[in-house]
């Protein structure tokens, strides 16, 4: 059961307008103006005060790789990758959750307690090694209510 301030991605995705089911292989969601990815909360690189700064979208070794998604196709990560892409050409605005971790440093593996309440807004930029990164803009604070 996920704490008071943690919910379940279907209630934070529908207050976005996603309606649709989102698998539990479903990393990333196109809401058609948007595309929503789902950001580890404790993954996201934060500044001295704790705000939320930015997140790796595509990296140049494990993890959100490019060559991985090809080399070793898994449905969320090749989904992920194609979304990326979308925002790059600016078909797409990049928008983020946050999932908590129930174990940080075991995501795949033991999954999320819940989703916080928040929305990052940002653009996506290529640091000089080539990796992209959502860069926040803006942070939304929802009302998520279950079953609403």
Avoid at 65 to 77: A, T
Avoid at 99 to 112: I, T
């Amino acid at each position: 059961m996920p704490s008071p301030d943690l919910h379940p991605r279907k209630y934070v995705l529908e207050q976005l307008g996603h309606e649709a089911h989102a698998s539990r292989s479903s990393w990333s969601h196109d809401l058609g103006d948007a595309i929503v990815f789902d950001a580890w909360d404790d993954q996201w690189e934060r500044n001295d005060r704790g705000e939320l700064v930015r997140y790796p979208l595509r990296t140049t070794s494990s993890g959100y790789s490019l060559r991985d998604s090809h080399e070793h196709p898994r449905r969320g990560h090749t989904r992920w990758q194609n979304h990326v892409e979308l925002v790059l050409a600016g078909k797409r605005h990049a928008r983020a959750i946050l999932p908590v971790a129930v174990s940080p440093g075991a995501h795949g593996k033991k999954g999320a307690k819940g989703w916080r309440t928040i929305v990052v807004d940002g653009e996506a930029r290529a640091d000089e090694s080539g990796e992209i990164w959502l860069v926040a803009t803006g942070l939304t604070h929802l009302q998520v209510q279950r079953g609403a």
